[in-house]
């Protein structure tokens, strides 16, 4: 009974994880009417820094030159996922961004396959293509003449930002504590986008923060959708197969499209809706396939 208790409860927060990731599409896409994409990576990215420390504070003793090297290169995947995500949001609707993220499922076993040398299996290419056509009917779906826009083509190098963030965590948790560098990934992030804000960004938002709106926003992005989020799914995948959290994190499109549509009012046509369904049951298949080809 205990174990199935715990099984429910990490099934229930990886679903709740993914309902933050899929509500924090609407927020990115409101709050980028007030405030710039790389400010914005600032404040979501300190506020969670801020918080993790004071929690895990005691974790920093076991900090090493090692450790905090690649802390560092966790960080600027995860800068460079989240600002080509956020930039993306601004040109495409908050819907398209949230399922064309989802790209990054597919783009890991093809830059395994370049750097273990390992071809994929069968369905991975079969997953891959029913995810393409999906994505091209949903970023040509629309009625922007038929062409895809900034916002797509980020959003897909998105992916690949995420799936060299994923490759590369999965590695160097084999030797260093997770929390740690979950820790280290997030301040190196904060000083990454304090850095690059001045650059790409007018000068620092100063009455833009003074709204509550942004200030209410930028709290759920950095204690709900970086913070609490990242917990919630590290827990989960902790208790239950990585298959299964795969597929309940994988709701985080649905739940991005579903608010998009009730909140933002998005349209959704038929020609889109199809392209989710693909990119969706891609999503599915590419973390189902595999266990039931090993019970075969």
Request: charged share 10%.
């Amino acid at each position: 009974m205990l174990k199935k208790s715990v099984s429910f409860l990490s099934s229930a927060g990886l679903l709740i994880a993914a309902a933050i990731w899929g509500f924090a599409f609407v927020i990115v896409k409101d709050s980028l009417d007030y405030i710039g994409a790389v400010w914005m990576l600032a404040f979501r990215f300190t506020i969670a820094s801020i918080g993790l420390s004071l929690i895990y504070c005691r974790k920093f003793k076991l900090v090493t030159k090692k450790t905090l090297l690649r802390g560092c290169v966790l960080g600027f995947y995860l800068f460079m996922a989240y600002l080509v995500q956020t930039i993306g949001c601004k040109y495409t609707t908050a819907g398209k961004n949230a399922f064309l993220t989802t790209a990054y499922v597919f783009f890991i076993p093809l830059l395994l396959w370049i750097f273990t040398k390992q071809r994929p299996a069968w369905y991975v290419f079969f997953c891959a293509l029913m995810s393409v056509t999906g994505i091209g009917l949903l970023a040509l779906g629309t009625g922007d003449s038929g062409t895809v826009n900034s916002g797509d083509v980020l959003t897909l190098l998105c992916g690949i930002f995420y799936a060299l963030h994923i490759i590369f965590t999965s590695k160097y948790n084999e030797e260093h504590d997770p929390v740690l560098l979950t820790v280290l990934q997030f301040i190196a992030a904060s000083v990454l986008s304090w850095i690059v804000s001045p650059v790409f960004e007018s000068s620092f938002p100063l009455e833009q923060i003074q709204n509550p709106k942004v200030i209410t926003s930028m709290l759920y992005l950095g204690i709900f959708s970086t913070m609490i989020a990242f917990v919630l799914q590290n827990v989960g995948l902790k208790y239950l197969p990585s298959a299964l959290a795969s597929l309940l994190l994988s709701f985080e499109s649905v739940f991005g499209v579903l608010f998009s549509t009730i909140i933002l009012k998005e349209a959704v046509t038929l020609r889109m809706g199809i392209g989710c369904a693909l990119i969706f049951m891609a999503v599915v298949l590419a973390q189902t396939l595999p266990d039931l080809t090993k019970k075969k």
